[in-house]
C-alpha cells in the first residue's frame, strides 16, 4: 500500500480454473475495517462454433451469400462469448440464443474458403473452415437434335420410336434435366 497515491497492489495472484473469488480487507490505524470482494473466473475452453447454413462444399452462382450458425462457452470455467467472426470481420451475435450470421459475404468466381472464429471474454478462440465454391450461371441452352426419325420422313405405322442427343456444355452448364416430347 502506498499511503501518498492511496493505491495498492497484488502482483501474480494465483488463479484456480473456474471462478476465483478474491477479497481484500484494508485496516486502518483505529482498526476499523472495510472488504471488497470480485469473482474472476479462469477460462482455458474454447468456446465453439458451428455452421447451420450453407453446408460446406456448397455450390452456387450466387455472387454473395449469408453465413449463419450457432456459438457456445460451455462448463464450469465458460466466461461466454464475446464475438464471431467471418473472414475477420465481427458477425452478428445473439447471446441469448447463441445464433450468429453474417450477411452479403461476397463470393469470387472458384473454391471461396471462409474462417470462421469465435472467441471467448477469456481471448480463447475456435476457428472452423467452410469453402462455398461459385461458378458461373448457366446461361446457355443445351444442344438438342432428333437423330430418328428423320425429318420429313414418311411411314405408315400407328407408332414411331424418337431418339436423340441433348447436350449441355459450356462455362457454367449444369447438365440436362430432362426431354420432353410431345
Excluded at 473472414?87 to 469470387?108: E, I, K, S
Aim: hydrophobic share 35%.
Amino acid at each position: 500500500y502506498n499511503p501518498t497515491t492511496k493505491v495498492w497492489e497484488l502482483v501474480d495472484k494465483p488463479l484456480n480454473v473456474g471462478a476465483n473469488s478474491i477479497v481484500a480487507k484494508a485496516i486502518d490505524n483505529a482498526a476499523n475495517e472495510a472488504t471488497s470482494q470480485v469473482i474472476v473466473i479462469r477460462d482455458l475452453t474454447a468456446p465453439g462454433i458451428s455452421v447451420t447454413s450453407p453446408a460446406n462444399n456448397t455450390v452456387t452462382t450466387a455472387e454473395a451469400i449469408t453465413i449463419s450458425g450457432t456459438a457456445t462457452d460451455s462448463g464450469t470455467d465458460a466466461s461466454g462469448i464475446a464475438r464471431i467472426t467471418v473472414n475477420g470481420t465481427d458477425a452478428v451475435f445473439d447471446p441469448l440464443t447463441g445464433q450468429w450470421n453474417y450477411h452479403n459475404l461476397p463470393l469470387t468466381i472458384g473454391a471461396n474458403t471462409i474462417t470462421l472464429k469465435a472467441f471467448d471474454n477469456a481471448g480463447n478462440e475456435t476457428t472452423a473452415i467452410l469453402t462455398v465454391t461459385r461458378r458461373h450461371p448457366d446461361t446457355q441452352p443445351p444442344t438438342l437434335s432428333i437423330v430418328s426419325p428423320a425429318n420429313n420422313s414418311t411411314t405408315f405405322d400407328q407408332q414411331v420410336t424418337i431418339s436423340g442427343t441433348a447436350i449441355d456444355e459450356g462455362d457454367g452448364a449444369t447438365g440436362v434435366a430432362s426431354v420432353l416430347v410431345n
